[in-house]
């Protein structure tokens, strides 16, 4: 059983994290969306801001799903379980990614863009496009399993569960159905604002036993 006071920290996190999702990409990420090449876009003061605050919310989400599974452990059996492993190994990794987006993309791109625009260039699926398209896929692959489990196992998070869910698929929608930079806004929108109210709930938590 989790301590109250950290099932309340954790909750609190998520609801940062969820918050600075809806602003970054409400804000900073639209100014990234450009025709500009990568190397260019990573040597930007925008790039360095946003990806910065990235890590900051990864950081956040990673407590978020500790406080979360600690609210419905007693429920959630085994399925809440293998989310919970894989919502927290998605978001350590989406962390590292980000962090690597920070100081080794960002650092190439001032010292040797020709690096960055081959990394970007490249023919076929390479090891760089799987250092990120692995962490996006288990993050949101775990949280929406996780998502799942909270369904049945938590009743107050059951709302915000539906918005997070609904979010991971409403991006790629309304980003096609929209364009990338609008569609994109409106999905991370229902995104983050499902993790902010799930995170305010788990604020408000008295135990970690997920009480009703």
């Known amino acids: 059983m989790a301590r109250p006071g950290l099932v309340r920290w954790c909750g609190r996190a998520l609801a940062a994290g969820g918050l600075l999702t809806f602003l970054l990409n409400a804000t900073l990420t639209p100014l990234m969306v450009a025709k500009a090449p990568l190397e260019q876009t990573a040597a930007s003061t925008v790039f360095v801001f946003r990806q910065s605050l990235a890590i900051l919310v990864a950081a956040l989400l990673l407590l978020g799903t500790i406080g979360l599974y600690s609210a ?9 379980g293998i989310a919970f492993v894989i919502a927290v190994l998605g978001s350590a990794l989406l962390l590292a990614w980000e ?63 539906i918005a997070v869910i609904a979010g ?6 309304l980003s096609a159905a929209f364009g990338v930079i609008w569609g994109g806004v409106a ?25 009703s």
């Open 72 to 80: 419905q452990s007693e429920r959630a059996g085994v399925l809440g």
């Open 99 to 161: 962090w690597i987006n920070v100081f080794l993309i960002r650092e190439l791109a001032l010292r040797a863009p020709a690096a960055v625009r081959t990394l970007e260039t490249a023919k076929g699926l390479s090891m760089y496009d799987l250092g990120a398209l692995i962490p996006i896929t288990l993050f949101s692959i775990g949280w929406i399993v996780l998502e799942v489990s909270t369904l049945r196992a938590w009743e107050p998070g059951r709302r915000p569960a």
């Open 168 to 173: 991971f698929f409403l991006i790629p929608i």
């Open 187 to 211: 999905g991370n929108a229902v995104l983050g604002f499902g993790w902010f109210f799930q995170g305010r709930a788990l604020a408000k938590e008295r135990t970690g036993e997920g009480q």
